[in-house]
């Protein structure tokens, strides 16, 4: 269909939203998924063109979903109001693929934590370092979000790890933290930082379980390398 045409122009049947409707969510191209989020064009563009514009530009919507707000908002026809929409609706799925509708999911190894937190950091464009709060059977009761950009022990203080931990009453933690490489092997940074935070934990009497190193479907464990 031309793009100089506007959505609500088109033959019902061909409206990515009708389709939607009648055949279900399976049945659309990733364009016209996008689509209905954006909900509106621009002058000279339909909704569709929008859509097909992001996925030319980002490639897949994996890589769409880990930009920044501003880089999608930047975008010819998006803008920040539709870029907000799919960025809310990026993490929506997100947190609905990281739970596994348990109230109190148990994280005993860094597999479980790998499963619940890869769908929220793999593919992230930037570091974010995470806490994990467990209770005295590994049951989660908060993670909590300690900072974002490159990893270090500027950013990672220890006061602002441990004070969420001593608030919650939490028996253990584990470490978090994503490479947007996609290659978790650690950094020299990585374990200096893990080794500090260690040796602070043995002053609070709290446990440190495991630092889990998030990449693109991988994941390393500190604790099982032995450097904890």
Known sequence: MAGELRIAEWPAEERPRERLYHKG??????AE???????????????????????????TLQELA??????????????RAKAVRLAAAFEITRRLRSRNGNARPVLSSPEQVFARYAPLMEDLKKEVFRLALLDAQNGLLKDVVVSEGTLSASLVHPREVFKPAILESAASIILLHNHPSGDPTPSREDLRLTRQLVECSKLLDLRIHDHVIIGRERFISLAQQGAL
């Open 33 to 59: 998924l996008l689509a209905i989020q954006l909900g509106t064009g621009i002058r000279g563009m339909n909704v569709l063109d929008v859509a097909g514009g992001l996925l030319t530009q980002f490639g």
């Open 25 to 30: 969510a399976a049945a659309l191209s990733d």
């Open 66 to 79: 880990g930009r920044e707000v501003a880089e999608v908002a930047g975008v010819r026809g998006v803008g």
